[in-house]
């Protein structure tokens, strides 16, 4: 192991800005499982979803760039993401709120769904031939990002990493003070007592379905569009399963959520430099391993019995 390259302050910093950049699919996932789950509605479907955002990203990015329209294009391919994960979400709420169906036979049924589709349209829509994206420019923020050392790591990213940082404050405000995060943590809490109270459970876990699946799908978006640039099968490499791991960890809390992305984000890109550094001490296939070793490690370290919401996974029936 070249401990010499290692060990250095630009390396350091490198696999910390690599790190929080890396995070950001992850940790939009993780937002919109939270957002789910705190409703009462256990989605396992976000690899799927991931990969259908993904992939419908990517392709409204690539057709924009083909008709000229450059700067649009990876805004619009984030959008198109964002709304076709909603589709998924709304899937997902159709069979799980108003059909009642098992909620993880369900969710599993969406990652085969998003494998199968995603597979089967790519091949259709491309070929064999790999396509490219520009995708977005990194963002300096000026002043900031002059400062030594904190300037590189935080303020050196492109709009979408700072985009998210804002959106996990919004979230832990909108779901611990507001009006809002108190009727929607009731419904996950004792769906009946929130009815009874005067609340409409269905149509507000169909709200959380579909907008945490919406943020999922562009947690994808970001993936393929922003950060690799390209769309293949089976992109996601299990990043949506390693999401509904963090949101465990996390206790459902944004903030946790996000230092868990963040942790796992820099373990992925110290594999990645590692592995471009060329070292043959350490097999490349357990440098691959080490982000999920990691996302078992910090599930088990944090005790999760009394944390969930009392009735995730529980259809509601009206009485």
Sequence with gaps: ???????????????ATAGIRLAVPILLAVLGEIITERSGVMNLGLEGIMLVGGLAGFTATFAMEQAALVALAPWIGLLVGLLAGALMGLL????????????????????????????????????????????????P???????PVVGDIFFNHNLMVYATALLVAVCWFGLF????????????????????????????????????????GLGGAVLTVVQLHLFTEGVTAGRGWIAIALVVFSRWQPVWAMLGAISFG?????????????????PYELLLLLPYALALVVLSLRNQRNAAPNALGVPYLKS
């Design 92 to 139: 997902m709420a159709v069979l799980t709120v108003s059909l009642r169906t098992d909620q993880v036979v369900t969710g599993v049924t969406l990652v085969l769904l998003g494998q199968g589709l995603t597979a089967f349209m790519y091949r259709r829509l491309f070929g064999s031939v790999g396509k490219r994206v520009q995708g977005l420019d990194t963002l």
């Design 1 to 15: 192991m070249p401990w010499d390259q290692l060990l250095t302050w630009t390396f350091l910093i490198s696999i």
């Design 141 to 147: 923020i000026p002043g900031l990002s002059q400062v």
């Design 266 to 282: 820099m373990v992925d890109a110290l594999q990645f430099r590692i592995q471009t550094l060329g070292s043959q001490e350490m």
């Design 177 to 216: 003070r507001t009006n809002w995060g108190l009727n929607l943590r009731a419904v996950g809490e004792n769906p009946a007592a929130a009815a009874t109270s005067g609340l409409n459970v269905v149509w507000i876990r169909y709200l959380c379905v579909v907008g945490g699946a919406a943020l999922t």
